[in-house]
């Protein structure tokens, strides 16, 4: 999804003005063909990718920006490889089979160091250092999808530059519409390797089609027997496998998501014969009486919500964000809490649920919702970050009836964290909640609607530095974040990814004083990819951290492309200086209008104003962008240049652990500012193309 985005910046000018006339072009209508199925595939692999080596590779899918990433510096080699005489085409899948091999063959784990961040896992876990295992895994996943991006390069090269690039952006659009129908279906991995390998094999030429099919063969197989293994399942999330314990205790199921033990699903009374005490303690911290109506956000297999029912819950809603966990709970759990009337379902992110509902409870639930992954594109928001900022308890208290009661439990795994989520709750219900602790870190957190509606064993008491607990916010959703200084893992990972860049573009595009006339480019690609990471964001918060808000967004900067090189081609544009001040108004607009407003809108009048405040930025400085490289000369120095400022706005996103993701519009703006004034002049005006 991304990747196509961001080539709104990277590739449009790849055409450029040296292009043959339509006159002089030979079976356009076949090279527009193949440029659409090689987008297609181009990005078709990426997602596939994505999904699949953070499923097989442990804990890669909290890094998952890190193959964006190396996706980022493959396409760009890809262009600049297409003007030269040979090939990386050829080696793009037999690579992509090796890769799939080893990871099955050779089963590996990234191995986090530190407490900074908290990584959920029970897993004690070797393999190589973070700083090592991905920018390995960045530099494979560059190589194979440079192959695709070649072939895209080289029909830019065969059509006018303009309708390159639209070509160019409806193969991309095909590409997510078709992963995102797939995740829908709930798509085994087998079923992404037919697309892929179809589209390898197509695209190939005639004589090294039978060389394709045979490297295709091994991958399909190793597919197959993941896809036809009864015990894994495919979630727009996850990977899921079902283990049944050695002793075969029915109803006993552990669930494990991208290779990490996730959920156990056991009956309500062998929990309890087994002393599970953070699964019982919410009740006992209530005032006693009737449960009334509940809401459990993270409703999972349904282990949870049968203890809920058990203590005489009248009714129930239960949320999870994952369809395919929640089947397995519907299918499978002995105590068979879904199929109980009190019970409504709702798919759905659990802060997306809050914020749409008028209903109040008795009684609300958080139950472990922990998540093993990143939403697409954002380097550290997971599935669950905006659950736990100050703003969503809020909600929740004003979710609750006078005299109800929250609670959350989990395995935190650190004193600071559990201080953090307590001082979270005091904020916001304005008391200090209980607080119950078992077996080191696992914690429940108990606050009343007023103080007089919890019945405590524990008053919370910190033990906590002052500075590790200041509660998370909508701005910056960092809950499992420190914050006292920047994960070193962070800094090395990040400086080898940048040195392999900076490497890959002078090797493959020449001296780098060729690309000088080119430096407003490196500009624009920065700031594009960090005002990508704040839509994105902005899109979780305010409509949910979904596959399918997810999809809409990368679909929606997509068709804004698109529409700003449609305006190009057939309008006159004004001059650059105009359109970088309306860039910088429409930053000015989107950094001073607090979200907490678009929050409190009806859906329809916010998904409107979402999105015009999300994608009006992106519309004119495509148009900028657009009308800048139109007649540009250079072109292997100038998208060079443009790549390196998009690997370099991909790791400044980081540094939104410490800005926050609305101050990264400043940064944005002031990367646009750089790039007017790097714009080449002519007599002191600004020009589309250098002199």
């Known amino acids: 999804m991304d990747i196509a985005q961001d080539r709104s910046i990277d590739g449009a000018g790849i055409a450029q003005a040296s292009a043959p006339p339509e006159s002089a072009q030979e079976d356009s209508g076949n090279v527009a063909v193949r440029l659409v199925l090689s987008a297609a595939l181009m990005l078709f692999v990426e997602l596939a990718l994505i999904r699949w080596l953070g499923s097989n590779v442990i804990h890669l899918s909290y890094f998952s920006n890190f193959v964006l990433l190396g996706s980022f510096l493959g396409i760009g080699a890809g262009f600049l490889i297409a003007r030269k005489d040979w090939s990386i085409w050829p080696w793009s ?6 890769l799939t091999i080893a990871v099955i063959r050779y089963p590996m784990s990234i191995q986090r160091e530190g407490a ?16 090592l295992a991905l920018p390995l895994i960045f530099l494979l996943v560059a190589v194979i999808l440079a192959g695709p991006a070649e072939l895209v390069g080289r029909c830019f090269a065969k059509l006018p530059a303009l309708r390159a690039y639209r070509w160019d952006l409806i193969g991309s659009l095909t590409g997510i519409v078709a992963f995102s129908v797939l995740a829908f279906m709930h798509a085994p991995s087998l079923v992404w390797g037919l697309v892929a390998a179809a589209l390898y094999v197509v695209l190939s030429e005639k004589r090294r089609r039978l060389v394709s099919i045979a490297w295709a063969i091994p991958l399909l197989v190793i597919l197959f027997n993941e896809s036809t293994d009864e015990s894994i399942s495919w979630t727009p999330y996850y990977k899921i496998q079902t283990l049944e314990n050695e002793n075969k205790t029915e109803g006993l199921l552990q669930i494990r998501a991208n290779g990490v033990p996730h959920q156990v699903m056991a009956p309500a009374d062998l929990r309890r014969a087994l002393d599970y005490k953070i699964y019982f303690a919410p009740y006992l911290r209530r005032n006693p009486g009737e449960l009334g109506d509940v809401l459990i956000i993270g409703a999972g297999s349904g282990s949870d919500l049968a203890i809920a029912l058990q203590n005489g819950a009248r009714s129930v809603d ?12 519907i299918d499978g759990n002995v105590d068979r809490p879904y199929q109980d009337p009190r019970v409504t379902r709702h798919i759905d ?24 992954t990143l939403v697409n594109g954002a380097s550290q928001i997971r599935l669950e970050s905006f659950l736990f900022t100050e703003e969503a308890l809020v909600s929740v208290r004003d979710r609750l009836k006078p005299g109800g009661t929250f609670s959350m439990y989990n395995y935190y795994r650190e004193d600071w964290l559990i201080d953090r989520l307590a001082n979270t709750a005091a904020t916001a219900f304005g008391h200090a909640p209980c607080v119950d602790t078992f077996d080191g870190a696992q914690a429940v957190i108990t606050a009343g609607y007023s103080a007089a509606d919890q019945n405590c064993a524990a008053t919370w008491e910190p033990v906590s530095a002052p500075e590790d607990m200041v509660p998370a916010n909508d701005n910056a959703p960092f809950v499992y974040f420190k914050g006292d200084n920047f994960p070193p893992m962070y800094i090395i990972t990040l400086s080898l990814i940048l040195a392999a860049s900076f490497i890959t573009v002078r090797t493959l595009g020449g001296p780098m004083k060729e690309m000088r006339p080119y430096a407003d480019l490196f500009f624009m690609g920065a700031a594009f990819l960090l005002l990508q990471a704040k839509n994105i964001a902005t899109f979780a918060l305010l409509f949910g951290t979904t596959w399918f808000v997810n999809a809409l967004v990368f679909g929606g900067v997509l068709l804004c492309v698109l529409a700003a090189v449609e305006t190009t081609a057939r309008f006159k544009t004004p001059p650059l200086k105009f359109l970088y001040v309306a860039i910088a108004a429409s930053l000015a607009a989107a950094w001073a209008i607090p979200e907490e407003w678009l929050l409190a809108m009806p859906y329809i009048p916010r998904l409107v104003a979402a999105t015009l405040i999300a994608f009006v930025p992106i ?8 009308k800048r490289f139109r007649e540009s000369g250079d ?3 100038a998208f060079a240049v443009n790549l390196l400022g998009t690997i370099l706005g991909g790791c400044l996103e980081y540094a939104a652990l410490f800005t926050g993701y609305n101050n990264l519009l400043i940064v944005v703006g002031v990367l646009y500012l750089a790039a007017f004034i790097a714009v080449p002049k002519v007599r002191g005006h600004a020009v589309a193309a250098p002199a």
């Open 93 to 98: 899948l037999p690579l992509l089979t090796l």
């Open 116 to 131: 900074d961040i908290i990584y959920f896992t029970a897993l004690e876990m070797s393999g190589p250092p973070a700083w």
């Open 318 to 329: 239960a949320v999870d964000i994952d369809p395919g966990i929640m089947q397995i709970g």
């Open 349 to 372: 992110d659990g802060r997306a649920f809050l914020e749409g509902t008028d209903k109040k409870y008795d009684f609300i639930l958080f139950a472990l919702p922990d998540s093993l």
């Open 619 to 626: 519309y004119i400085a495509n148009v900028a962008f657009s």
């Open 635 to 637: 072109t292997r120095s």
